[in-house]
């Protein structure tokens, strides 16, 4: 199993980095690009909302990502150090009462482009979330 580890600054610019890292990882571990596009997006949203909405932009907080590849699958972590939330208390994007709200859709992105997508309180504070790309066989 290859394994990577990646901090970055809480600041935007680190969204497009991250990105950079999952997609030559992802390439290096032979994933398809039509997969590797479906990593990048989900990496960007995920580390997006890490900076914004977990460190509040607080540049003196970081994000940490791990990228780990094995025969089956690609799993992706990404923590901030904020404050924890409850996924299930985000709203569903597709309810037509939510549809023109700006906020809720980067779940729903993470959950169509990744085969599993789990989101976990760190014991050491902050959130975590762990996202699965497997491998077509």
Same mark, same amino acid.
């Given at each position: 199993?290859?394994?990577?580890?990646?901090?970055?600054?809480?600041?935007?610019?680190?969204?497009?980095?991250?990105?950079? =890292?999952?997609?030559?990882?992802?390439?290096?571990? &032979?994933?398809?690009?039509?997969?590797?596009? =479906?990593?990048?997006?989900?990496?960007?949203?995920?580390?997006?909302?890490?900076?914004?909405?977990?460190?509040?932009?607080?540049?003196?907080?970081?994000?940490?990502?791990?990228?780990?590849?094995?025969?089956?699958?690609?799993?992706?972590?990404?923590?901030?150090?904020?404050?924890?939330?409850?996924?299930?208390?985000?709203?569903?994007?597709?309810?037509?009462?939510?549809?023109?709200? =700006?906020? &809720?859709?980067?779940?729903?992105?993470?959950?169509?482009?990744?085969?599993?997508?789990?989101?976990?309180?760190?014991?050491?504070?902050?959130?975590?979330?762990?996202?699965?790309?497997?491998?077509?066989?």
């Amino acid at each position: 199993m290859e394994k990577e580890n990646l901090n970055l600054p809480s600041r935007l610019e680190s969204v497009e980095e991250a990105a950079k =890292a999952a997609a030559k990882f992802a390439a290096n571990s &032979g994933f398809s690009e039509e997969m590797r596009y =479906a990593i990048d997006m989900a990496v960007r949203e995920s580390v997006a909302n890490a900076i914004k909405h977990g460190n509040l932009l607080d540049e003196t907080k970081t994000v940490e990502l791990t990228f780990e590849n094995s025969d089956a699958r690609l799993a992706i972590t990404v923590r901030d150090f904020g404050a924890c939330f409850a996924v299930e208390e985000i709203p569903d994007p597709t309810n037509p009462e939510n549809l023109l709200k =700006a906020n &809720g859709r980067g779940v729903l992105f993470m959950r169509s482009f990744m085969d599993e997508v789990e989101w976990f309180n760190h014991a050491d504070g902050g959130m975590m979330v762990k996202m699965i790309k497997k491998r077509q066989k």
